[in-house]
């Protein structure tokens, strides 16, 4: 029978099997329940495969970590690595006395770029990859190159009489509140708002102890509900700390919990001149649309009377689908956000080297070359280096100038139909 996830391609399933042909240990990162096991299981039906989350076999590991991985047969997967991270320094051992490529594939639900203690074990010798929950693209069997036509300057204009209603606007605010995760996209809306909940109450009472020292999970859980109602918002430490009742301390803290953990993303702001971004405040986002909107208790009415919330939403949903994009796209890529000191803003900014690329994105179905206005400034500060800029709105098909020919309103559905 299949699975939820099993019913969707992964786009990055190449990303992946080129690591493993190069590297003798590759990782594969990503939140629970975003398909890490099923991909990897379908890449490498034929390795052996060892489930860390169950209880005999972490048992067995963490008492002999030396003597279980040399008992493992010559290729091997390993589920939920970050369950017994004893086995990292006896990977290494066996690593380094054969190399060849694809000898261990391991899998986690914590970020290990956060968790140096795990890392500095295989540097140089360890690939990782990260998958998101379903991206729209893989939920619409598309084959995921809006990133590409960006990256490649391959928009231009197009006018198409469109013919728009209700309904139609409406099942974009369904894709947010639907978000990524497969499980809960068979289930009805109710169902599905309580399984993300749930989600979120699992991780938090499973997976923080071993990532973390944390006094009171509950504080982490209303953390993540805060930062629901502020998402895509500019981190505010000391607001949050007034809320919470909790020190600013605590707060910064929690917060790098729930990042490992997948439930939460910081992007820093950019600046032209790299010194003064670590001087400035992050935007904080919840990547999942769907998690995020059911800790905010929002609805597809909502997208009508609470707008402000939905729009933030919508961005998120937008960084979220580009940071998903890259992973097989172009690695080289780094997200920002863009705030000056009159509170002039770009929603995302993406950049590799000295190239730029602005994003902004408008939750209306008509756009005027005033919506522009903040891509043109970017532009200003870029430069020559400033590639193009899109406004990204609630469209069916017409690519619109907005009076600069870098700058152009593309509709939103491109992300998920090129």
């Not at 939140?31 to 299981?41: C, D, E, H």
């Not at 939460?264 to 600046?271: A, G, K, N």
Request: include cysteine; hydrophobic fraction near 40%.
């Amino acid at each position: 029978m299949a699975t939820p996830t099993s019913l969707y391609p992964r786009l990055i399933e190449p990303t992946l099997r080129a690591a493993l042909q190069r590297t003798p240990v590759v990782c594969l990162l990503g939140p629970r329940q975003s398909g890490k096991t099923t991909l990897a299981q379908r890449l490498a039906p034929d390795r052996a495969f060892y489930d860390l989350d169950r209880h005999a076999i972490r048992e067995t590991a963490d008492m002999d970590p030396d003597g279980f991985v040399a008992s493992l047969p010559e290729a091997v997967t390993l589920d939920e690595i970050q369950r017994a991270p004893n086995l990292l320094p006896a990977i290494k051992i066996a690593v380094d006395r054969n190399r060849r490529p694809g000898r261990f594939l391991l899998t986690g639900s914590a970020n290990i770029h956060l968790l140096p203690r795990i890392t500095e074990s295989l540097v140089g010798r360890m690939e990782v990859v990260e998958l998101q929950p379903l991206a729209e693209a893989e939920k619409s069997l598309s084959p995921g190159r809006f990133l590409q036509h960006l990256l490649q300057g391959s928009f231009r204009p197009r006018i198409v009489p469109e013919s728009g209603s209700g309904s139609v606007r409406l099942a974009l605010a369904k894709r947010l509140i639907e978000g990524g995760y497969p499980e809960p996209l068979a289930r009805s809306p109710a169902n599905a708002r309580q399984w993300h909940r749930q989600y979120v109450h699992n991780i938090i009472e499973r997976d923080v102890r071993e990532i973390a020292n944390v006094r009171d999970a509950n504080d982490l859980n209303r953390l993540l509900q805060s930062l629901a109602q502020q998402n895509a918002q500019v981190l505010n430490f000391s607001r949050l700390a007034d809320a919470l009742q909790l020190d600013v301390r605590t707060i910064k803290h929690h917060l790098a919990v729930l990042e490992r953990l997948y439930l939460v993303r910081r992007l820093s702001p950019w600046y032209r001149d790299a010194s003064k971004q670590s001087r400035r405040p992050s935007k904080v986002y919840l990547p999942d649309s769907g998690l995020a909107a059911a800790l905010a208790r929002l609805t597809v009415d909502d997208w009508l009377n609470r707008r402000t919330l939905m729009g933030h939403l919508l961005e998120s949903f937008v960084v979220q689908q580009l940071i998903a994009q890259a992973a097989w796209t172009d690695l080289d890529l780094d997200f920002w956000h863009y705030r000056e000191k009159d509170r002039t803003e770009v929603d995302l900014v993406i950049s590799r080297g000295p190239e730029v690329w602005g994003i902004e994105v408008k939750a209306a179905a008509t756009v005027a070359p005033s919506d522009g206005r903040k891509l043109r400034r970017l532009a200003d500060v870029c430069g020559k280096h400033f590639r193009q800029g899109l406004v990204l709105y609630d469209g069916q098909e017409s690519i619109y100038p907005m009076g600069d020919p870098k700058i152009l309103a593309v509709p939103l559905a491109t992300l998920w139909t090129l």
